[in-house]
């Protein structure tokens, strides 16, 4: 045969044509959909005005937005304009005030009510991991951990957004404080379990509560330094590159205890307050002004013209740290990195490089704990004089 007709697979019957329709005529005819709804009209849209309940999936859709929006510290892209249930903190985020379950928290156990109504801030938003959180922006919100941070967080009117209890925790002052100042300021207080608590740390030591916090708020440097000149005794603490924000925390947990006016830092390449600072400080964060400082030089060169000697603790240092009589006077104490110690710059501008006296041949004292033996000698010769 010719062509392909008796090649395998050959198409022995007509061709399908067209399929004849309605014609738009019979019942299966299309209809219009009508007019287009207005913004104030439309459920889904954030600009609705209207009291009719939402539709399941728009409700989804505008919960979703407000947890985000919680997690991160802002308000929210969704709500009824003009509605009395909604509220926004000092750090742009929601909280619900009506409609919450009542909160009781006993000697011997402790209940605290999912918040009513629209959804609270779920839990597990901002993630904590050891030492380091998991990649965040510097607009992203908190969550602070541990008893004494989290009440002292919470007394210090930080703007904070909800707080997470663990279910069965043992109840101490600390933890009925906490939930009666959050109740006391309309912050929503969500229970979970230790395990869900857990993850959101990423494995941090909680002790079964957590307070999520906007990004922290620092002191403006000119600011401190003016408050500290107004202080009988002014003592300030400098950073040179601590990148360990445990050590961070540790050194301005250091700075409350003997009397020091603030703390400031380099904005790069060093530490910042994050979570892991805070929980390190034991709540003295909430007490101490800390500044991040573009220029770590220049702002210790400033110190000096405002009257303040400074000192730079070098194990090298010239002046032994039992001599510095200087003490008694203005002083701003800058302490190095963990690895490298003071920078050339930075210890070139100092007046005097002080050396901690040790007994043992050891190489050298961690960032913190150098910090500390200095600030309890500068308080104790202060104490003396």
């Known amino acids: 045969?010719?062509?392909n007709s008796a090649r395998k697979g050959r198409r022995v019957t007509a061709k399908k044509?067209?399929?004849t329709g309605s014609g738009g005529k019979n019942k299966g005819a299309l209809k219009g959909r009508g007019r287009t709804l207005p913004a104030d009209e439309r459920p889904w849209h954030k600009g609705y005005s209207g009291t009719e309940q939402l539709p399941q999936r728009t409700a989804w859709k505008q919960a979703k937005e407000r947890r985000a929006a919680a997690e991160e510290g802002r308000a929210p892209k969704v709500?009824?304009?003009?509605?009395?249930?909604?509220t926004w903190g000092a750090g742009g985020a929601g909280t619900k005030k009506g409609g919450r379950k009542s909160v009781s928290v006993?000697?011997?156990?402790?209940?605290?009510?999912?918040s009513g109504g629209k959804p609270a801030p779920r839990p597990g938003g901002p993630r904590v991991a050891p030492g380091r959180r998991s990649a965040p922006g510097r607009d992203a919100a908190e969550l602070l951990v541990g008893r004494n941070p989290v009440v002292e967080a919470l007394r210090a009117q930080v703007p904070a957004t909800a707080l997470y209890v663990a279910q069965g925790i043992d109840i101490d002052d600390r933890v009925n404080e906490a939930v009666r100042t959050a109740a006391d300021r309309g912050i929503a207080i969500i229970e979970v379990s230790r395990a869900e608590l857990d993850r959101m740390t990423g494995g941090v030591l909680h002790q079964g509560i957590g307070v999520q916090v906007p990004p922290f708020?620092?002191?403006p440097y000119e600011d401190m330094l003016v408050r500290a000149l107004e202080q009988p005794s002014p003592l300030l603490v400098a950073l040179d590159g601590v990148t360990d924000p445990r050590n961070l925390g540790a050194v301005i947990r250091s700075a409350a205890a003997f009397g020091a006016q603030g703390v400031f830092v380099p904005e790069r390449r060093a530490a910042g307050i994050t979570a892991t600072a805070w929980r390190t400080s034991a709540g003295a964060a909430a007490r101490v002004p800390v500044s991040q400082v573009t220029n770590l030089t220049r702002a210790v060169?400033?110190?000096q013209q405002e009257g303040f000697l400074v000192v730079g603790l070098d194990?090298?240092?010239e002046t032994d740290l039992y001599d510095l009589e200087a003490a008694i006077?203005?002083?701003?104490?800058?302490?190095?990195?963990?690895g490298r110690g003071l920078s050339r710059l930075v210890g070139a501008t100092c007046d005097l490089r002080v050396s901690i006296p040790m007994v043992s041949e050891v190489e050298s004292l961690n960032a913190s704990v150098a910090a500390a033996v200095a600030l309890a000698e500068v308080s104790r010769r202060r104490l003396a004089a």
């Not at 709500?79 to 909604?86: F, L, R």
């Not at 006077?329 to 963990?338: A, I, K, R, T, Y």
């Open 217 to 219: 708020a620092y002191e």
């Open 17 to 19: 044509g067209a399929t």
């Open 1 to 3: 045969m010719p062509g």
């Open 301 to 303: 060169k400033l110190a």
């Open 106 to 114: 006993g000697r011997g156990a402790a209940s605290a009510g999912r």
């Open 315 to 317: 194990a090298d240092g």
């Open 329 to 338: 006077g203005p002083l701003v104490v800058v302490v190095g990195s963990e």
């Open 79 to 86: 709500g009824v304009p003009g509605s009395k249930d909604t």
